[in-house]
């Protein structure tokens, strides 16, 4: 009887068992990430949405078992986030400093692979009915550290009253690029905001002609863009010079030829950090940004790629011989 009772309960757990199994969903799930397979979450400097939205439109369009999701924050944040160990891949326009690189290996994390993918641009724009379309670097910091605050200090025939500077946010990369390139440690005017996004920077330029913005030059370089055609539109994009005086000669927009010749005076890299003990998507995703699809995704956005061959042809105007 002890026997039958005991076979008796075998029974019916193998049939709870079963039953469970068979109402249970299959779902697909991988039991780690590859260079083209599985999940992971990765941050951006927000400076860098549309390069990082087409670069994984084309990553996700080849390999369908991929699952990449972004970030878009200040730049500041993105390498927080990354000293947290809260995500394995960064986006952004500098390398980590020594005592980042220092804090890894004291939290016994892997120390990460840093590499250039891109020489970007940070770009001024202006309201279309400002009349001021140059603007040399030496005048660029006086505005920037308040030294010159109205138009017409710039230009006496200026309309335009009071200069405002408008950043996309106070932890983005934009700043941290000026304060470090610009003003080179001179504080900087009590008179300039930040919003939150480039996109608001590009709004609130379009409806305030007193206003310049400080934004990524991938945002307005893309010429095959509609996003980017509809910003140009909204906005104009000063040339800059670093003589004092800047004329047609000497100042330049940030176009790619440009930004390449090193005439345009305000670039800086970006640069992809992978913190991963393994090669796995995060990996995978570097070496397409840093291949050939990813290069010819960057060369068409409008700013440098690192390793993509980039032709530049000057023409030189001759006189006919008589």
Known sequence: MKNFRKYLVLFYLLVTIFVLSCNRTPVKQFASDTPNSGEISINVDETFHPIIDAELDVFHAFYGDASITPYYRPELDCINALLRDSVRL????????????????????????????????????????????????????????????KWSE??????????????????????????????????????????????????????????????????????????????????????????????????????QAYIALGQYPLTRFLWAIESDDKIGLASGFVSFVNGDKGQRIILKSGILPINQPLRIIQVKEEMPEE
């Open 90 to 149: 960064i986006f952004v326009t500098r390398p980590l400093s020594e005592k980042e690189l220092s804090d890894f290996e004291k939290a016994k994390l892997f120390r990460p692979k840093q590499n250039k993918i891109a020489l970007d641009g940070v770009a001024l724009i202006v309201n279309p009915a400002n009349q001021d379309t140059l603007m040399s670097m030496f005048t660029l910091k006086d505005i920037l550290t308040g030294k010159i605050k």
């Open 154 to 255: 710039i230009n006496p025939k200026s309309k335009l009253k009071d200069i405002k500077v408008v950043f996309d946010n106070k932890h983005s990369s934009t700043v941290r690029f000026v304060i470090d390139s610009i003003t080179k440690g001179d504080s900087l005017s009590n008179q300039l905001s930040s919003l939150h996004y480039n996109t608001d920077v590009i709004n609130f330029v379009a409806e305030n002609p007193n206003t310049i913005g400080v934004i990524g030059v991938n945002w307005v370089s893309d010429h095959q863009d509609s996003s980017s055609l509809t910003f140009l539109n909204k906005v104009k994009v000063l040339a800059l010079s670093r003589e004092k005086v800047a004329d047609t000669e000497n100042s330049y927009q940030p176009f």
